[in-house]
């Protein structure tokens, strides 16, 4: 039973448009949720995270949105550039899970330009 | 530089020939992961440790066996590799989590890419 859900496995964006990548979760006691971007050959390096008692958190391009009725949060890139082009997860982590992130499949964005 | 590093970086291996990947940390964090990536499946955690000395089964620990004696290392031992542990290896580390804050946040190392034949 996944309890994070990438639902997008891929997503080609338009250079300098706005990217959406979205994450759904099932357990509510997630409190902690992140973003993590991974290149090839490379390990998964943090990006942006957001707690539970806020529903925006924004980091100069990158700006997270928790949705905690829906369960949903979504990772915003404006503008997007080719640097971009990575595979993003998306994690969260509860007392109840001992604050083990548990993670999504993660979703490759493509930047064209 | 505050890293995670893993070795080797690169390994293949035929079945049944015992294993150990080595990770070490120099941030002094508590909590140290081991992760497998797949095609499809993300990141699944094989074993965590919380401490030195204290360790737990994570979601796939089957064929895996992982000691912590020192705060910085946390080997991943295959005692009988099989092919289906072909895959890609991370190793992660943080401080102790805290609620909703940022002690969450885990930091990876380079990966280890393994094939078993």
């Known amino acids: 039973d996944q309890q994070v859900k990438q639902n997008s496995p891929s997503l080609s964006v338009q250079e300098g448009r706005i990217s959406i990548l979205n994450c759904d979760y099932t357990?509510?006691?997630?409190?902690?949720f992140l973003w993590y971007k991974k290149y090839p050959a490379e390990g998964p390096t943090f990006l942006i995270s957001?707690?539970?008692i806020k529903d925006k958190n924004e980091d100069g391009r990158f700006t997270v949105f928790l949705n905690k009725s829906a369960k949903h949060l979504s990772l915003h890139i404006v503008p997007s550039q080719p640097g971009d082009s990575a595979v993003y997860f998306c994690?969260?982590?509860?007392?109840?899970?001992?604050?083990?992130?548990?993670w999504g499949a993660g979703t490759k964005l493509i930047i064209k330009p | 530089e505050a890293q995670v590093t893993q070795n080797p970086r690169y390994l293949i291996t035929v079945t049944g020939k015992k294993l150990t990947v080595t990770c070490s940390q120099n941030?002094?964090?508590?909590?140290m992961s081991w992760y497998r990536q797949d095609p499809g499946l993300g990141l699944r955690q094989i074993y965590y440790?919380?401490?030195?000395?204290?360790?737990d089964k994570g979601d796939v620990p089957e064929g895996y066996k992982v000691s912590r004696k020192e705060k910085r290392n946390f080997p991943l031992i295959l005692e009988s590799p099989s092919p289906n542990q072909t895959s890609l290896y991370f190793c992660?580390?943080?401080?102790?989590?805290?609620?909703?804050?940022?002690?969450?946040?885990?930091?990876f190392g380079p990966g280890t890419r393994l094939t078993v034949l």
């Open positions: 957001i707690s539970s």
């Open positions: 440790s919380m401490n030195v000395e204290v360790t």
């Open positions: 992660a580390s943080r401080n102790r989590p805290q609620t909703g804050a940022a002690g969450n946040e885990q930091f």
């Open positions: 994690a969260a982590s509860g007392w109840d899970s001992n604050y083990q992130l548990i």
């Open positions: 941030m002094n964090h508590e909590y």
């Open positions: 357990n509510s006691m997630f409190d902690y």
